[in-house]
């Protein structure tokens, strides 16, 4: 009896739990996000266009097709596109990104707290890592081609540990995933925080820390 329960209540699990981890499914084939002038009312998320308007335009976007500026302090550039600057992800539960990241370049730890990153290495060679909630790092080098999967909300980074420029290719499954800095005054380009945070990133590349090892690295200066 006991096990029929517990049966039972797995699968209760299997087919209501992914429906909390994604946004809310479309209730029609698409939605795109209605112009500013034509929006009434404050909602989660955008009101759709009139199917009468709806284009094939409104699923197409060139936002992603060249290199973002890497004349920084830390020689990187992500260009987030969410439903905002792409319409047509509206209700899908979708955004992407494109990164460029120049030689001895990084992207700062972060999380995105809507979403699980999947991303791509379009080319060049990467080291990636994201801790778990108990101070686990999980760390791997990445070469082109290759894919890596950034769990929901937890901390992670990109280091391009290559001679030549690194780009990767990412898809969220939410159309406002959302960023959070480890710091968040740390952007300025004087920051004596940023360099020092990269110095500690790239001692732990120079590591060669192993997967799934627990590490205790201290983030904080």
């Known amino acids: 009896m006991k096990s029929s329960h517990l049966c039972s209540y797995i699968l209760l699990l299997g087919i209501y739990a992914p429906k909390a981890?994604?946004?809310?499914?479309?209730?029609?084939?698409?939605?795109p996000m209605a112009?500013?002038?034509e929006r009434k009312l404050f909602m989660n998320g955008f009101?759709?266009?009139?199917?009468?308007?709806?284009?094939?335009?409104?699923?197409k976007t060139l936002l992603l097709n060249h290199a973002g500026d890497l004349d920084n302090i830390v020689r990187s550039s992500v260009n987030m596109v969410t439903t905002t600057e792409f319409?047509?992800?509206?209700?899908?539960?979708?955004?992407?990104?494109?990164?460029?990241?120049?030689?001895n370049g990084v992207v700062l730890p972060h999380s995105h707290p809507r979403a699980s990153e999947m991303m791509f290495v379009h080319?060049?060679?990467?080291?990636?890592?994201f801790l778990d909630?108990?101070?686990?790092?999980?760390?791997?080098?990445?070469?082109?081609?290759?894919?890596?999967?950034?769990?929901?909300?937890?901390v992670h980074?990109?280091?391009?540990?290559?001679?030549?420029?690194?780009?990767?290719?990412?898809?969220?499954?939410?159309?406002?995933?959302g960023v959070v800095g480890i710091v968040h005054a740390m952007f300025a380009t004087d920051s004596d925080v940023v360099e020092g945070l990269m110095a500690r990133m790239f001692k732990f590349?120079?590591?060669?820390?192993?997967?799934?090892?627990?590490?205790?690295?201290?983030?904080?200066?």
């Open 157 to 177: 980074y990109i280091m391009n540990y290559g001679f030549s420029l690194a780009t990767t290719f990412s898809v969220l499954n939410c159309q406002n995933p």
């Open 123 to 129: 080319g060049g060679s990467v080291v990636v890592g």
């Open 205 to 221: 590349g120079e590591m060669g820390v192993s997967d799934n090892i627990t590490a205790g690295f201290p983030w904080a200066f």
């Open 87 to 103: 319409p047509g992800l509206n209700t899908l539960g979708l955004s992407m990104a494109r990164t460029d990241i120049a030689p």
């Open 47 to 59: 009101l759709c266009k009139h199917p009468s308007t709806i284009l094939a335009s409104d699923f």
């Open 133 to 154: 909630t108990k101070g686990r790092l999980f760390q791997k080098s990445l070469g082109e081609g290759e894919v890596f999967v950034f769990p929901r909300g937890l």
């Open 35 to 37: 112009p500013q002038g």
């Open 21 to 31: 981890l994604t946004d809310n499914p479309p209730l029609q084939d698409v939605c």
